[in-house]
Nanobody, 111 residues
């Protein structure tokens, strides 16, 4: 099993980024998937999730209306579209399941 996040970087407040997660070793259509984030010294924060049916999604209140989770089962990819980014969105973002997580991609929001 391997999950590889990409797409992080630096962006000004109000900007947008799209994170990608390339998954190998299992079919993402068979698992609930999620994005979480973490800053050094803080707890892991759940950001968004998508059920294995691909229909049901959920978002943390802090990102609701700004972030959109999606997937492409043909490519076995998970995405997180992030709009209207705020400095408090700065973190390392990880994709994963309940038992596996990638190495993360860093997002920095600052002016």
């Amino acid at each position: 099993v391997q999950l590889v996040e990409s797409g992080g970087g630096w962006v000004q407040p109000g900007g947008s980024l799209t994170l990608s997660c390339a998954v190998s070793g299992f079919d993402i259509g068979s698992r609930d998937m999620s994005w979480v984030r973490q800053n050094p010294g803080t707890e892991l924060e759940w950001v968004s999730g998508i059920n294995s049916d691909g229909i049901r999604t959920g978002y943390a209140d802090s990102v609701k209306g700004r972030f959109t989770i999606s997937r492409d089962t043909a490519k076995n990819m998970l995405y997180l579209q992030m709009n209207k980014l705020r400095p408090e969105d700065t973190a390392v973002y990880y994709c994963g399941t309940n038992s596996n997580r990638g190495q993360g991609t860093r997002v920095t929001v600052s002016s």
